[in-house]
């Protein structure tokens, strides 16, 4: 399975960017898919996942309420909508896929993984 991510950019806190990730390869219509985020400096962290049917997410404390993930099964992709974002959401954002049927938060619980987009959120 190959990830492609995109929608990263430069934004100020208090706006909105929506990402984006596209699965090549294969369906990823029975993975779990997520997204995490790596700072400057910092390990790779936890974002948000999303179980295969869509029926089910699981987010960070830190972003619940202004970060929402979905994905679209038919376009083989999966989307994070980001909104009232803050300087502390600066990092490079990854989605990520893995098989099976429950919400998982750990790096290595992912098997195939995006290449990352950048998103600078500025004060």
């Known amino acids: 399975v190959q990830l492609q991510a995109s929608g990263g950019g430069l934004v100020q806190a208090g706006g909105s960017l929506r990402l984006s990730c596209a699965a090549a390869?294969?369906?990823?219509?029975?993975?779990?898919l997520g997204w995490f985020r790596q700072a400057p400096g910092k390990e790779r962290e936890f974002v948000a996942a999303?179980?295969?049917?869509?029926?089910?997410?699981y987010g960070a404390d830190s972003v619940k309420g202004r970060f929402t993930i979905s994905r679209d099964n038919a376009k083989n992709t999966v989307c994070l909508q980001m909104n009232s974002l803050k300087p502390e959401d600066t990092a490079v954002y990854y989605c990520?896929?893995?098989?099976?049927?429950?919400?998982?938060?750990?790096?290595?619980?992912?098997?195939?993984w995006g290449q990352g987009t950048l998103v600078t959120v500025s004060s």
């Open positions: 999303i179980v295969w049917s869509g029926s089910s997410t």
């Open positions: 990520a896929a893995r098989g099976g049927t429950s919400l998982y938060d750990q790096v290595k619980e992912y098997d195939y």
């Open positions: 390869g294969r369906t990823v219509i029975t993975y779990t």
